[in-house]
């Protein structure tokens, strides 16, 4: 038990001094610069994975597992998200009791617009998602709000990010302190580690993509949220951004917040900015 | 490794064994300690799931009248809950130890 | 050398029985084989059949043997035992029926296609695993039956906790 | 409702590539729900389809084919235009059917 002990003070005095080294780097006045921050987060990802084409790491695990790809692009063929596509392509098409539809909500009828949410909206002062919008867009229409880990919110986004298939994610920072407050709050909370297991989000999709947790391979960050929603074969059905989230959170035991929750919108934020340029691949199926 | 080991030191300490079987009593003095301090953790919006379902269990061991039980439990969920209000404020700063510059 | 009618007789008998069965044989491929997996009726039994060798009888009535010429193609690791896809191709002619066992599944038969006449023999579809198995794909060709085998491994999907 | 059979018929000329996909949840009989109950058994036993008057290619299904089950082959003897008629029968009676024409 002893030597356990001294070995155990010893790995503790190492991590103190590995601490200190990088702490003059945390220490620095931390203004935030989320051009920086992009360009770090993909050149860490373009480093750590050079052979992985860059549009490639949309495609989340299957960037990451040859064997995986070929059965997910067997897969893409008749993908099992077909269903969810036509349904959200006629709920999109369908009035509202009052004769107004969502095209109405969004502007170019929400069309090719998946990849410029979320965006920072200045009058609420907090990042508005794709699902909160449409759920705005149900209720300013009197209608009621869908659940937004359930299929119908994933059939409405599904329809949506297909018809911005292609396009490159293009989020944008207003020049405006709560926005960087927000990309801020997004990126602590996407290091923060939490739940009885103690792991961030980073601790799986940075430290360790491609690697297996269990039987799932690990999706790497950078673009992890592009081909959302996503079907998954594990729940046979669709997953939507808030329905993965919440589901994360309690794999590593920690209670989820309500979904669309600011500390989602905001990680959302973070993630999807800092993967500016990766094109949009929803929606999209994983394992 | 230095969260770990202030975790490990504050599980040990609160799970010593009551002396005497533990009565009603006992059981609502330790259920209000550890229901404070899971409040506490849900207001840093840190909870973990395993501190609810040791309350839970640890209600349903004191309804079902196993004192014991539902002593030993509350005092687990308090021990839990306070590791996760002790995560949360490490965390504040530790975040950045690993984010990509 | 005396023939006596009794051997020639008998021997003339079996000539006829071996050339009638023969005719037999022959007279029922062009149409669908009568007794082989190809009735239209849903081979309710052989989907009962625990392992893999009861299911191949109840639904061929006889064994199979390994070919190289039935290509299986089918996942190393399998991504989600839910969903593996899994496809055959044959170069074997007067193809009449394939079909997929899963021999660690609750009940081995998978699924069993009939192949029309001018219809190519091959098929692509996506099969549950419950844990890491043999798959064994079969071809019923000119009334023999082909296999081939493959491992897939197949692992709980999820993190659990 | 829009059918429960998606399918895709591309001819070549000579070769028609069919693939098909429908939407159901073949239920094995083994699974519980959330509340513990069993889920009872409910799957697709026999896809059927056929051309020109002719039953190209009869699928018959157990419980571990998936759900929203997929399949694709190939035959011959049909032009672009021809019809596909697609139909399904599952074991509590359920069933569904759908025509496609060969783009």
Not at chain 3, 72 to 94: C, F, M, R, Y
Request: glycine residues 8%; aromatic residues 10%.
């Amino acid at each position: 038990m002893k030597a356990r002990f001294s070995l155990l003070l010893g790995s503790l005095s190492a991590a103190l001094v590995a601490f200190a080294l990088t702490s003059p780097r945390v220490t620095a006045a931390d203004k935030v610069d989320p051009v920086a921050d992009a360009k770090a987060f993909q050149n860490f990802f373009f480093q750590k994975f050079p052979d992985v084409k860059h549009e490639d790491f949309v495609n989340g695990p299957y960037s990451m597992n040859a064997d995986m790809k070929r059965q997910w692009q067997e897969k893409e063929e008749f993908p099992p998200y077909e269903f969810a596509l036509d349904a959200g392509k006629e709920m999109f098409a369908t009035p509202f009791k009052n004769g107004k539809t969502y095209a109405d909500c969004f502007p170019n009828g929400g069309i090719g617009i998946r990849q410029n949410y979320p965006y920072f909206d200045g009058k609420e002062g907090k990042v508005v998602t794709l699902e909160l919008a449409l759920n705005r867009c149900r209720e300013a229409n009197g209608e009621q709000p869908y659940s937004y880990v359930k299929d119908e919110m994933a059939s409405l986004t599904a329809y949506m990010a297909f018809t911005s298939r292609g396009k490159p994610m293009d989020i944008r920072i207003p020049d405006d302190p709560r926005a960087l407050e927000a990309f801020e709050n997004g990126k602590r909370y996407f290091y923060t580690r939490r739940g009885q297991l103690n792991f961030s989000c980073a601790s799986c999709h940075v430290q360790s993509p491609g690697e297996r947790i269990r039987a799932e391979v690990l999706a790497p960050a950078l673009g992890i949220l592009n081909a959302m929603p996503i079907y998954r074969s594990e729940w046979s059905g669709m997953g939507t951004i808030s329905r993965r989230f919440v589901t994360c959170n309690s794999q590593t035991r920690a209670v989820p917040l309500a979904p669309q929750s600011d500390e989602y919108r905001d990680v959302e934020y973070f993630l999807s900015y800092v993967a500016n340029g990766l094109p949009i691949a929803g929606p999209g199926a994983r394992p | 490794m230095k969260r770990s080991l202030a975790l490990a030191m504050l599980l040990a300490l609160s799970l010593a064994p009551a002396a005497r079987a533990a009565n009603e009593a006992d059981y609502k003095a330790a259920y209000a300690t550890a229901e404070a301090a899971s409040k506490e953790a849900a207001g840093l919006r840190n909870q973990w799931t395993v501190t609810v379902s040791t309350l839970a269990a640890a209600r349903k061991a004191a309804d079902g009248g196993d004192f014991d039980r539902a002593t030993a439990a509350a005092r687990e969920a308090e021990a839990l809950a306070k590791a996760s209000i002790f995560q949360a404020n490490s965390e504040k700063d530790a975040w950045k130890a690993m984010e990509i510059r | 050398m005396t023939t006596t009618s009794g051997p020639l007789a008998t021997r003339r008998l079996i000539l006829q029985g071996a050339a009638s069965v023969a005719l037999l044989g022959l007279g029922n491929l062009p149409f669908a084989p009568a007794h082989a997996a190809a009735n239209d009726k849903y081979p309710e039994d052989a989907f009962k059949q625990k392992n893999e060798a009861d299911a191949i009888k109840a639904l061929y009535g006889r064994n199979a043997e390994p070919s190289d010429k039935v290509k299986l193609d089918a996942p190393e690791i399998a991504e989600n035992g839910g969903v593996v896809p899994v496809s055959v191709t044959t170069t074997l002619d007067k193809v009449s029926s394939i079909s997929f066992f899963v021999t660690e599944n609750p009940f081995a038969l998978a699924a069993s296609y009939k192949i029309a006449e001018g219809t190519i023999p091959g098929v692509a579809n996506r099969l549950k695993m419950a844990k890491t198995t043999k798959l064994v794909a079969i071809v019923e060709a000119d009334g023999k039956l082909y296999s081939a085998t493959k491992e897939v491994k197949v692992t709980v999907g999820g993190c659990g906790g | 409702m829009a059918s429960s059979i998606r399918v895709r018929a591309t001819s070549n000329g000579d070769i028609t590539e069919v693939q098909a996909l429908i939407q159901h949840s073949m239920d094995t009989g083994l699974v519980k729900n959330p509340s513990g109950e069993l889920i009872p058994a409910h799957y697709i036993q026999q896809l059927t389809f056929e051309c020109n008057g002719k039953d190209v290619f009869v699928a018959d299904w157990g419980t571990a084919v998936s759900k929203d089950p997929y399949v694709k082959f190939s035959f011959k003897g049909a032009k672009k235009g021809d019809d596909l008629k697609i139909s399904w029968t599952d074991n509590k009676g359920g069933s569904d059917t759908t025509t496609a024409k060969i783009a």
